[in-house]
């Protein structure tokens, strides 16, 4: 017999007991036809040539078979896992529908089919499987949790076939998928035996030579360490019962991986592990006895065992800042081995095991939340081993990410998206320069515009122009605050450089008319046209909404009317108001009194011009009767003046008013490091001043800021304009209405 026909007669073998066992282990659980439909289908895509060996000569028939007999062994003995499993291929291939799947054997076999579909679609993309973030794409995309056990169970199965295989890389790339995807998962799920299987055989086929030693350094077989453990824990049984302590004794073996996690995160050799053998005593006993009890089984167990103090751990005391209580201690047993005994309550061990604490976390792999909350549930149940624990989690519903999308990149990496995330948060996710230059995207080769919404499993290309620049309107296009950010950043810079351009063209336009510019007067007029920042204003200039041309005339005209403003302004003790009121203007001989001690008075001070003590101010009565407080210069006051005179009442102050007032300063200075500061500081030392708010703007060497101060009078204020006009670099102070 050749090598060949050799394998062949081990695989068909291999086969025929695999279909005896499930058989045997299913016959309660599948019908007759579901046994006659199986084998047709199967034995005609079969001679259909549908199960052809893979490119690595993993037999297709002899994998589906592994994966329903570890399922019935590890899961539960399921008749539409099982069937989802066998017919998978054929339906992946398009040899039958899911619909033919539905009408032969159930909705909720289809249903499994068509997750196990959908998740060998994300391995076509190339995907980093080590990613977190590809993991949670795993579970949205399963939909159904049992399509995740389906997933673990299989590689499983095909990381025992592997051993020896003679594509080193095929072997590495399994072991790396299995250690960083598939064994969280199973500890997540409670799956704790194919959990450590899985990394076992990880470490045995990435570093064979470390897993040979450390299993050469064991010498000794599992039912021999589990012998030895059962030898240790009867007579710590026996007094714990005989003590009357209500509690159960578990215990359990390290493995090979978790020896060698300990060998390198400790850097200690193998000899120096004290936990190669570890048991917990977990006592049943009320949260007020807590402390007691397990101190109390901890001396228990030291009067039988030797304790080695130095390695006490006590976290039931100081419990650990992720809510980990337990007492470590470490005791020899027979032939001098040392075990490792974990004591703490049942309330604790629920926590370490199913909350704060959960054991994945507690060593150190990173979890979350939701999945880590849903996925406990579903450990329960398999740990719990109902009978009707598979129908439990068929019924659970599985929408753990849908607040979430992942997306691929062309290389395979997995990138996480708030739900409504578009083409662009996806490019300013990679680059802010790809971001700004972004023009659209190839998703799954299909061309999209850049508010196209993403949608889990999508890979993504960037389109980028060097013409393209951000617009405003991209603000509405994204969620994350990052592509928010930085859409606005680099709004401002195009803005910078307008205004640099703008502010450059009005210099020199200015200098060619052999003008200088006065700052604090080029402040006002910028005021006076309209605009709320210099950046603003250059802007425009730069973007022509402004002519240059009549620019220079419209800021001599101005400069020339304040200059002849200046000249001629009346105090506000001289202003005088001039009425054409007759016999019925009530307000020509009424005084309006204003200040603390004066009552049964309803006025206002207006807003508009936020008089102060010592301004000269009149009243207007408006229509609901109460009396408005306006400076004698208010704007306002010439229209209400002409409009409605009788309303107008003369008012003044009643002595000191002891509260503050609110003003504003509109500062112009130069652009200097610390001139801002000095300001602050000086409007803090003066006494009964407080400053409210700063808004500052800078452009081209010069800052323009508006101050908004509490302050007593009139006569404070223009004591404190003059000492800010003498702090070095400020150009210009001026009381302002805004």
Known sequence: MTEKRYFQALERMSLLRMVVKLWRNLRYEMTIDDVRQLHTIIASGVDQ????????????????????ELIVDNIAPDRNMTIAVLVYNLCRSDYVTEKQIAEWFGDDVAKLVHGLIKISQLYKKQAAVEDENFRKLLVTFAEDIRVVIIMIIDRLGLMREINHHEDEKFVRDISLESRYLYAPLAHKLGLYQVKTELEDLSLKYLQRDV????????????????????????????????????????????????????????????????????????????PEYEKRDCWYAYSLVGDIYQANPTRLRDWITMPKSNGYESLHGTFK?????????????????????????????????????????????????????????MDLIRNMHMNLYDEEVFVFTPRGDVFQFPKGATVLDFAFRIHSRVGCTCMGAKVDGKNQKINYRLRSGDTVEIITSSTQVPRIDWLNWVVTSKAR??????????????????????????????????????????????????????????????????????????????QE????????????????????????????????????INYKLSRCCNPIYGDAIVGFIASDGAIKVHRRDCGNVKHLLAKYPYRIIKSQWSGKVGKQFAATLKVVGNDDIGIVS????????????????????????????????????????????KKIKNLKGVKDVQRTNR
């Open 49 to 68: 040539g549908l199960y052809k060996r893979d490119k690595y000569g993993i037999n297709p028939v002899i994998r589906s078979l592994r994966t329903a």
């Open 211 to 286: 897993y040979n030693k450390i299993a050469a350094f064991l010498n000794e077989t599992k039912a021999v360490r589990d012998k030895y453990i059962e030898d240790f824990t009867a007579p710590i049984k026996q007094v714990l019962e005989r003590e009357h302590i209500k509690c159960h004794v578990k215990g359990r073996t390290k493995s090979i991986n978790s020896i060698w996690n300990k060998v390198k995160t400790k850097k200690v050799d193998m000899s120096d592990i004290y936990d190669l053998f570890a048991i917990r005593i977990i006592i049943d006993t009320p």
């Open 333 to 389: 047993g027979k032939d001098d081995k040392w075990v490792e005994v974990q004591i703490r309550t049942e309330r604790m061990d629920e926590v370490a095991e199913m909350g704060l604490a959960a054991h994945w976390r507690y060593k150190g792999i990173k979890a979350d939340g939701g999945i880590d909350r849903w996925m406990n549930n579903v450990r329960e149940v398999l740990e719990e081993g109902s009978k009707d624990r």
């Open 485 to 562: 950010n930085k859409i606005r950043l680099a709004i401002n810079e195009v803005q910078s450089k307008h205004a640099d351009m703008g502010r450059e063209l009005v210099q020199r336009r200015f200098k060619n008319r052999k003008i200088e510019i006065d700052e604090a007067m080029l402040s006002r007029f910028i005021s006076k046209k309209g605009y709320k920042t210099m950046t603003d204003f250059y802007v425009a200039i730069d973007e022509e909404k402004i002519d240059i041309s009549t620019l220079v005339e419209e800021y001599l005209d101005f400069q020339a009317k304040q």
């Open 565 to 600: 403003t200046t000249k001629t302004h009346e105090t506000a003790e001289n202003f005088v108001l001039q009425h054409k009121g007759g016999d019925d203007d009530r307000g020509s001989d009424d005084i309006l009194v204003i200040g603390n001690n004066v009552k049964g």
């Open 678 to 721: 000095n300001i602050t500081s000086l409007i803090n030392k003066e006494g009964d001043t407080v400053l409210r708010s700063v808004t500052i703007n800078s452009m081209g060497g010069i800052f323009e800021g508006y101050l908004v101060i509490g302050i007593n009078s009139l006569d404070n204020l223009d004591a404190l304009i």
